[in-house]
């Protein structure tokens, strides 16, 4: 399982602060976490090209922690 994160990285001062914003959605491969991520970068083009001076988006796909427990209530 896989979980998409959005990264935020702001530039101020000589200084990157950056923050993650883990979406609520997992999914099942790589890849189709990958073509959700594209789909959210298109979303936000706009937004990137206005704020590109100071702020940088990134798209990343982190494989999850399952636990036993978790799995357990899946059945």
């Not at 491969?29 to 979303?43: D, K, T």
Request: with cysteine; net charge negative; hydrophobic share 30%.
């Amino acid at each position: 399982m896989y979980v998409l994160v959005l990264v935020a990285c702001m530039n101020f001062g000589g200084e990157t602060h950056c923050q993650n914003f883990e979406r609520d959605h997992t999914f099942v491969s790589e890849n189709r976490c990958r073509m959700a991520a594209a789909i959210e970068r298109g979303q936000y083009s706009e937004r990137s090209q206005r704020r590109k001076d100071w702020l940088n988006y990134d798209w990343q796909c982190k494989p999850t922690q399952v636990t036993l427990l978790e799995e357990k209530e899946a059945e």
